[in-house]
């Protein structure tokens, strides 16, 4: 994995270089923030799945309902109760985003202060996974 960093690193010593051990670092934070963002993603996918074929089958059941206000009635709690379930999956998705961003930039600079500048990716970009 390093040979093509380790590469750059040897072909410009000028202002703004890093040492080998910099970069191996930095791509190491960068290992922790992706696979973070991906554990988070694991969580996700299969809560927002299942919110949607709960919907999917207690739709179905209502329209089994022949008087209307009661299948209206039934209607209306199983969107709140999807909305509720899709919102708190993608708010458990959303915070694990943005700790592992946190702790992104936090070891980032731990690995040398200059490597931040260096990467201007964002969270803005992760949030709209």
Known sequence: MGGAYSALAKEKKGKGALD?????????AIDNRD????????????AAKTALQTRQAALKNAWTQTDQKIR?????????SYKNSA???????????KVAWKKFEADRKV?????????NGSLGIDSQL
């Open 20 to 28: 080998t051990a910099t970069l191996l670092c930095v791509q190491k």
């Open 35 to 46: 696979n973070a963002i991906l554990m988070g993603l694991d969580v996700y996918y299969p």
């Open 72 to 80: 209206k009635d039934v209607i209306k709690t199983i969107w709140k």
């Open 87 to 97: 919102k708190s999956a993608r708010t458990a998705m959303k915070g694990a985003q």
């Open 111 to 119: 690995c040398n202060p200059k490597a931040a500048g260096d990467d």
